[in-house]
């Protein structure tokens, strides 16, 4: 798919995980600049749950159903670094701040990064 023409929108994305990664690629494919932070690497899970659901009938067990997380990543990740976007990662957000124009994060290392939208990928605990 082609990228979109660029819509002068910057997108700092706070979760580099499978979903912030796929949020990522698709709104740099509809034109925005995107950058992705990470605090760390994801470890290695299935990902079964909903595959017992879609596939009732199947066996639960079979290797077919599932996919270790950290493989999906990979691919998202691969994708996005052949898109251009950058991902930083161990860049932890330790607080988020909005002005009229723009918002952002400081990190723990004291930096600040800036950008039109934020947005908060960074699973159940995000704050």
Do not use: W
Not at 13 to 42: C, D, M, P, S, Y
Not at 93 to 106: I, P, R
């Amino acid at each position: 798919m082609e990228r979109e023409q660029d819509t002068g929108i910057s997108i700092l994305v706070v979760g580099g995980g499978i979903a912030g990664l796929t949020f990522a690629i698709e709104a740099h494919r509809k034109g925005h600049n995107v950058r992705v932070i990470e605090q760390r690497l994801r470890g290695e899970r299935q990902i079964r749950r909903d595959a017992d659901r879609i596939f009732p009938h199947c066996d639960p067990n079979d290797p077919s159903l599932a996919i270790y997380r950290s493989k999906l990543h990979n691919v998202l990740y691969e994708h996005a670094s052949q898109l251009g976007i950058p991902v930083e990662f161990s860049a932890t957000a330790s607080e988020f701040f909005e002005a009229d124009d723009h918002a952002g994060v400081v990190l723990s290392d004291g930096r600040s990064l800036t950008a039109d939208v934020v947005v908060a990928a960074d699973g159940v605990g995000s704050k």
